[in-house]
């Protein structure tokens, strides 16, 4: 199974990251790619950016201490677990991505997106 992993710093504190990455209907203010989200219950429905009629149903778990969140999509089970950890005043963000075999060429663009996304993320808690 193709994956990969992925790292950023933010200068923003643990909480305020978490604030961008447990709530999907902000996910559109810092994932690439992502349109529109509805949230459901366990879950959310996303719309890529240029596929109005491709909605993409995703689960999304927690955990309790506010360090870790997977979100899995129920269409091509992608999987993106995504790690908090703080480092004094600021937040080392961490994500693991897996692709399944059948999504295998995927992988690259997979990369540039939740590289920028990443980075992204951590800017935007910076300033909010």
Same mark, same amino acid.
Not at 6 to 31: G, M, N, Q
């Given at each position: 199974?193709?994956?990969?992993?992925?790292?950023?710093?933010?200068?923003?504190? %643990?909480?305020?990251?978490?604030?961008?990455?447990?709530?999907?209907?902000?996910?559109? =203010?810092?994932?690439?790619?992502?349109?529109? %989200?509805?949230?459901?219950?366990?879950?959310?429905?996303?719309?890529? =950016?240029?596929?109005?009629?491709?909605?993409?149903?995703?689960?999304?778990?927690? /955990?309790? /201490?506010?360090?870790?969140?997977?979100?899995?999509?129920?269409?091509? /089970?992608?999987?993106?677990?995504?790690?908090? =950890?703080?480092?004094?005043?600021?937040?080392? %963000?961490? #994500?693991? #991505? =897996? %692709?399944?075999?059948?999504?295998?060429?995927?992988?690259?663009?997979?990369?540039?997106?939740?590289?920028?996304?990443?980075?992204?993320?951590?800017?935007?808690?910076?300033? /909010?």
């Amino acid at each position: 199974m193709p994956r990969f992993d992925d790292s950023a710093e933010s200068d923003a504190p %643990i909480e305020e990251v978490w604030k961008l990455l447990y709530d999907p209907a902000r996910f559109t =203010e810092w994932w690439v790619g992502v349109e529109r %989200i509805e949230p459901s219950d366990g879950g959310y429905t996303m719309w890529p =950016e240029g596929y109005p009629d491709f909605p993409m149903p995703q689960q999304l778990r927690t /955990d309790g /201490d506010g360090r870790k969140v997977l979100v899995s999509c129920l269409v091509s /089970d992608l999987q993106f677990e995504w790690r908090l =950890e703080p480092l004094g005043e600021r937040t080392r %963000i961490a #994500v693991h #991505v =897996e %692709i399944p075999e059948a999504e295998a060429a995927r992988l690259e663009s997979q990369r540039g997106v939740v590289s920028a996304s990443l980075r992204s993320l951590a800017a935007l808690a910076s300033t /909010d």
